[in-house]
């Protein structure tokens, strides 16, 4: 017999921290006072065309086993797709589908980070990012990006090579930005590539709001800049573009040689994502154009209400979101963003979340989800304005 007690779970899920965004938000979930802008998706359901195309799925039995790396009519719509909006051929080989753009993440890490290795990680950012690297034993090792003058969110290209050692596998960027409205512009890619070719080490690069921008049709992509076998990864999602978050259907475009272990990874942790689901996004993408359009015009008028109202209030300072649909701001006075984020609760009944929950990097700041209607969001900076006066 022996007094020690038996191990439970590992050590690197027992030290996870849970979402803070979950903490702000599930104490207050149910109160029908609480305007709720917290958490990052669209508030319009998904469009009818695509619940019927699943619908049409479903009745053709499409409900078996699919292949590892999605079924091949979406992986070759994927590959349209990306041709089209990219202006270069993005062949089928260099596709992989996943459950979400969380599992692709997840996928990225399970593939590419070993115990005792590091990724360099650009933040603010979303915090389930860097907790793929932490679940497989990987340390983050966080670059901030810093407001200049003007209020514009910059990053440094320095710090992160002064971030990178001989453990560093990937540098992980996310643009346009999850919570700052940030978007990497061409040169600034060419820059990074340029680092992680002469390291021999990947860039994971997060595109889910790529078509989330307001001064031009997209995003930049590190698809324009990067060669097909150039060690990069990117990331993206049905589900902000195209109103999709519950479907969970997301995929990845990587090097040719990494598909077979995204197949395997795939097998081991979904064996495939849903094979109706995936019928219905080969509808999504092959019909929707129309339907992304009247979103981008959509939180495009949201993100100049907001910012327009947010910005003439004296004690806030912010930058206008560049893409996404979010507005990170702070301000004056405020240094614990959980404990504030709850007494705005209180005080106003409006929910946001907390800047501390994308990283060290966020404290101070709060997000504001502009994916609502409109009257929702002037109701809500109609009661957030006697706060921030």
Same mark, same amino acid.
């Given at each position: 017999?022996?007094?020690?007690?038996?191990?439970?779970?590992?050590?690197?899920?027992?030290?996870?921290?849970?979402?803070?965004?979950?903490?702000?938000?599930?104490?207050?979930?149910?109160?029908?006072?609480?305007?709720?802008?917290?958490?990052?998706?669209?508030?319009?359901?998904?469009?009818?065309?695509?619940?019927?195309?699943?619908?049409?799925?479903?009745?053709?039995?499409?409900?078996?086993?699919?292949?590892?790396?999605?079924?091949?009519?979406?992986?070759?719509?994927?590959?349209?797709?990306?041709?089209?909006?990219?202006?270069?051929?993005?062949?089928?080989?260099?596709?992989?589908?996943?459950?979400?753009?969380?599992?692709?993440?997840?996928?990225?890490?399970?593939?590419?980070?070993?115990?005792?290795?590091?990724?360099?990680?650009?933040?603010?950012?979303?915090?389930?990012?860097?907790?793929?690297?932490?679940?497989?034993?990987?340390?983050?090792?966080?670059?901030?990006?810093?407001?200049?003058?003007?209020?514009?969110?910059?990053?440094?290209?320095?710090?992160?090579?002064?971030?990178?050692?001989?453990?560093?596998?990937?540098?992980?960027?996310?643009?346009?930005?999850?919570?700052?409205?940030?978007?990497?512009?061409?040169?600034?890619?060419?820059?990074?590539?340029?680092?992680?070719?002469?390291?021999?080490?990947?860039?994971?690069?997060?595109?889910?709001?790529?078509?989330?921008?307001?001064?031009?049709?997209?995003?930049?992509?590190?698809?324009?800049?990067?060669?097909?076998?150039?060690?990069?990864?990117?990331?993206?999602?049905?589900?902000?573009?195209?109103?999709?978050?519950?479907?969970?259907?997301?995929?990845?475009?990587?090097?040719?040689?990494?598909?077979?272990?995204?197949?395997?990874?795939?097998?081991?942790?979904?064996?495939?994502?849903?094979?109706?689901?995936?019928?219905?996004?080969?509808?999504?993408?092959?019909?929707?154009?129309?339907?992304?359009?009247?979103?981008?015009?959509?939180?495009?008028?949201?993100?100049? @209400?907001? $910012?327009?109202?947010? !910005?003439?209030?004296?004690?806030?300072? *912010?930058? &206008?979101? =560049?893409? +996404? %649909?979010?507005?990170?701001?702070?301000?004056?006075?405020?240094?614990?963003?959980?404990?504030?984020?709850?007494?705005?609760?209180?005080?106003?009944?409006?929910?946001?979340?907390?800047?501390?929950?994308?990283?060290?990097?966020?404290?101070?700041?709060?997000? @504001?989800? $502009?994916?609502?209607? !409109?009257?929702?969001?002037?109701?809500? *900076?109609? &009661?957030? =304005?006697? +706060? %921030?006066?």
């Amino acid at each position: 017999m022996t007094d020690q007690q038996p191990r439970t779970v590992r050590a690197a899920i027992a030290s996870l921290e849970g979402s803070r965004i979950r903490q702000v938000a599930e104490a207050n979930i149910g109160r029908e006072d609480v305007i709720a802008l917290w958490f990052g998706e669209p508030d319009l359901p998904t469009p009818d065309y695509i619940k019927r195309a699943a619908e049409a799925a479903l009745a053709d039995d499409q409900v078996f086993y699919a292949q590892n790396r999605g079924i091949p009519p979406l992986r070759e719509t994927i590959s349209e797709y990306s041709t089209g909006l990219i202006g270069r051929k993005i062949g089928t080989d260099r596709i992989t589908v996943s459950a979400s753009g969380m599992a692709g993440i997840m996928l990225v890490s399970q593939a590419l980070v070993d115990n005792g290795d590091n990724v360099v990680i650009v933040g603010p950012l979303w915090p389930n990012c860097a907790g793929t690297v932490e679940v497989m034993g990987g340390e983050v090792r966080h670059v901030s990006l810093r407001p200049d003058e003007t209020g514009r969110w910059r990053l440094d290209m320095n710090d992160v090579v002064d971030a990178c050692d001989e453990r560093t596998r990937a540098i992980y960027v996310n643009s346009p930005g999850n919570p700052t409205g940030w978007v990497m512009e061409r040169d600034e890619q060419i820059e990074m590539l340029t680092v992680a070719r002469e390291r021999g080490i990947y860039v994971i690069s997060d595109e889910v709001y790529v078509r989330l921008i307001y001064d031009r049709p997209r995003a930049p992509s590190f698809l324009d800049v990067a060669e097909d076998d150039d060690r990069v990864v990117v990331v993206n999602s049905f589900s902000k573009s195209w109103s999709m978050t519950g479907w969970r259907l997301g995929w990845l475009t990587h090097p040719p040689d990494l598909g077979p272990v995204f197949s395997k990874l795939n097998e081991f942790n979904v064996a495939s994502p849903t094979t109706f689901v995936q019928h219905a996004g080969v509808v999504a993408m092959r019909d929707g154009e129309p339907f992304v359009a009247e979103m981008v015009e959509r939180y495009r008028r949201n993100r100049d @209400l907001v $910012f327009q109202r947010l !910005a003439a209030m004296p004690r806030v300072t *912010l930058a &206008r979101p =560049e893409g +996404a %649909f979010y507005a990170f701001f702070t301000v004056d006075g405020l240094t614990d963003s959980v404990a504030y984020a709850k007494q705005l609760i209180a005080e106003t009944g409006v929910g946001m979340a907390p800047g501390r929950a994308f990283g060290e990097a966020g404290e101070g700041w709060l997000r @504001l989800c $502009f994916a609502a209607d !409109a009257s929702t969001l002037s109701a809500a *900076l109609d &009661r957030l =304005e006697p +706060a %921030f006066s």
